[in-house]
């Protein structure tokens, strides 16, 4: 028996779900991480990063080649973009299966957000950035709120290919939008929009998150 407990530890570390790569994430497997203490005591799946899309000063950056800091102390952190598409300007841009958890901005106006998924042409949001927060404050209490004059919203918007965020001229200043990409071969369903179906699945992980802290 001695000789065989080790397998079988090995056997059942092997099963854990922390310690393999999901193949399959259904919405429902997206939604309990918004409320899944234990997960935060468990190890990273293997392949699976996270990481923030910002408008960080693109004037301060880490060289790579001689490993120096280049203009360490540049400040102006409310207007940075990845690329510019016209006269629209792309603030996130991924590839892979993944999920945006989170979009805050600390000063919303009225250029529009534009959220591309899986190589799409159709955007499933398009309004204005401070509408953007206005309507899920309104419908998702839970999910989306201002906290210390930042606007946020925690819905989880799934992609299995790409996702791409692109702003119109005048949507403000200051923005981070945070993200999980998934191993290559993980399936994920894409999030098809805010939907009267997808709001009464929310409905429960709305209620359960707004409940934080009572």
Known sequence: MKSIRPIAALVLLSMSPASRAADELSYQDVLSRLTDMQRLASPVIPGERSGA?????????YDTANGTYRNWSANDDGWGFIRKE???QVLVDLEGPGVLWRVWS???EQGHIRIFLDGSTTPIVDKSFRSF????????PGLAMTLSRG??????IPFAKSCKVVMSEGWGAYFHATHTL?????????FPGFTPERFR?????ETACGSRGN
């Open 201 to 205: 699945s929310l409905y429960p992980w």
């Open 106 to 108: 600390a000063k919303p």
């Open 53 to 61: 899309s910002t408008s960080h000063d693109r004037d301060s950056a």
């Open 151 to 156: 606007r946020n919203e925690f819905v989880p």
């Open 182 to 190: 998934f191993p290559k071969d993980t399936k994920i369903e894409t």
């Open 86 to 88: 016209g006269n629209d």
């Open 133 to 140: 927060f206005d309507d899920l404050e309104k419908d998702y």
